[in-house]
């Protein structure tokens, strides 16, 4: 059985290019591609479990939802999909905070099409975690003068300020009515703010919003 295989990046031509390294490869099936983060979790939705890609080759640098956001998000709702980020950024930043977001690997866009391959069934087959040797060296490198963890939490890029006290009142069990009182805002407020953490987390209950927040560390 063919590994199934979808495409995240912004750029059409870079999509193309990517469907054309893997083309060869009879292991390897194209399920869909994507232009962002966004069109990737609707594009998810539509499927069936079974239809899943057990791969997602994904860019950082996107409109509406990049990367990182995306891979933080999808691996809590979907925790069988493995996350290869595949990009032209080898900053240590970009690196650690992929990782903490849930990427299984790491790879840059000009690595050749064997390498891509191999690193998609290694993924699947072993459960290892493949870099391109730069990034390799990059991210040891960062280990040995002790670097552990990105600052950034991303969180902040995914939610407002007042959304993620509604969230952290939800994990702490309070209901609609105890929030509005605690944070001085009506009830109605309150359900508008849940409405807008599901659609942005693309989230349809409590208890998955609260599963996510856990899962990065998002809250205090």
């Known amino acids: 059985m063919p590994i199934k295989i979808a495409i995240v990046d912004d750029k059409l031509i870079v999509r193309r290019a990517i469907k054309d390294k893997l083309s060869s490869s ?6 869909f591609d994507a232009s962002n983060g966004e069109e990737f979790l609707e594009n998810l939705k539509e499927l069936a479990e079974a239809d899943f890609p057990q791969v997602v080759l994904m860019d950082l640098e996107m409109p509406e939802m990049d990367g990182i956001e995306t891979i933080a998000i999808a691996s809590t709702l979907y925790p069988k999909v493995k996350f290869i980020v595949l990009t032209v950024f080898d900053n240590s930043e970009k690196i650690f905070e992929a990782i903490k977001a849930g990427a299984n690997g790491y790879l840059l866009k000009d690595d050749d099409a064997i390498n891509i391959s191999e690193a998609i069934s290694h993924v699947v087959n072993y459960d290892a975690v493949p870099m391109s040797p730069a990034i390799a060296r990059k991210t ?3 280990l040995k003068i002790g670097i552990s963890q990105p600052a950034a939490n991303t969180i902040s890029n995914i939610l407002s ?3 993620h006290d509604v969230l952290q009142q939800l994990v702490e069990g309070l209901e609609y009515k105890q929030i509005a009182g605690k944070l001085f805002i009506s009830p109605a407020t309150v359900r508008t703010h849940i409405s807008n953490i599901y659609q942005k987390l693309h989230v349809t209950s409590k208890a998955q919003a609260i599963k996510m927040a856990y899962k990065n560390s998002w809250l205090s």
Not at 26 to 31: E, G, R, Y
């Open 26 to 31: 009879p292991q390897m099936k194209i399920v």
């Open 140 to 142: 040891l490198g960062l």
């Open 161 to 163: 300020n007042r959304e």
